[in-house]
């Protein structure tokens, strides 16, 4: 036999007892609220999270960035390994950073398939500027050459 205590949290009217997130909360708290697993109907504390995301931003503003490395599936392309290249969009952002000179890497567990996914989508002249590490970084060597057999079977 439940208790009725139990039974009252079970039919709990929870949007009653704890007022939803308003529109107005930002993006970036939302999203690590949600990594962080506090979702509705918890209530959150946004003082702390705002100060520390303002002082993020604040420090970050003030680097200059010479170089970034992305994870390949999941990242810059969708984590199914289905060996879809990167969106068009991503790849725009690709060229617009080696074209301001930052050093772009990109590391994956994979092989071949993603230097050969970034041929497809690349100039010779972006390609030779990215740097790749595949084979979980058994390979290193920049994007416009191709890999060659995997570490396993050399």
């Not at 003030?62 to 060996?83: E, H, K, M, P």
């Not at 500027?129 to 050459?145: C, R, V």
Request: with cysteine; net charge positive.
């Amino acid at each position: 036999m439940v208790p009725q205590f139990g039974r009252d949290l079970y039919y709990v009217d929870l949007p009653r007892v704890i007022p939803r997130p308003g529109d107005a909360a930002n993006a970036d708290e939302k999203s690590k609220y949600d990594v962080l697993g506090a979702r509705w109907p918890s209530r959150q504390r946004r003082g702390d999270m705002r100060r520390a995301r303002d002082n993020f931003v604040r420090d970050l503003s003030g680097q200059v960035f010479r170089a970034i490395i992305f994870d390949y599936d999941g990242t810059l392309c969708g984590s199914q390994r289905n060996d879809a290249p990167p969106p068009g969009a991503i790849v725009e952002h690709i060229k617009s950073l080696v074209t301001a000179k930052v050093v772009v890497g990109i590391a994956s567990g994979r092989g071949g398939s993603v230097q050969e996914c970034l041929a497809a989508q690349l100039p010779h002249e972006y390609l030779s500027a990215i740097q790749l590490g595949l084979y979980n970084g058994g390979w290193i060597e920049n994007a416009l050459a191709a890999p060659g057999p995997t570490p396993a079977t050399m």
